[in-house]
């Protein structure tokens, strides 16, 4: 949250240098975290993260799930 604190704060202020700093900051961060980078697992399972449900497996159980009640 520093990170982002000094995004906002630089931002504000106008100041370029200090926005570039803090944003390395938050990317650091986030490489760290697992957010951004290479993936960490190795399943072996195909990442489906970025597709629409209806063009995935979990389709079927989207639909089911999502049903309304009534």
């Known amino acids: 949250m520093d990170g982002r604190r000094a995004v906002k704060a630089a ?3 106008d100041d370029e240098d ?3 700093a803090a944003r ?5 961060v986030k490489v760290s975290l697992g957010e951004r980078g290479p ?6 399972a195909k990442d489906f993260n970025r597709y ?6 979990y389709y079927h ?9 009534g």
């Not at 993936?39 to 072996?44: A, E, L, P």
Request: aromatic residues 10%; positive net charge.
């Open 11 to 13: 931002l504000a202020m």
């Open 18 to 20: 200090a926005l570039k």
């Open 24 to 28: 390395s900051s938050v990317n650091a």
């Open 39 to 44: 993936v960490w697992w190795t399943d072996g």
């Open 52 to 57: 629409l449900v209806k063009n995935t497996p």
């Open 61 to 69: 159980w989207h639909e089911r799930a999502n049903k309304p009640s």
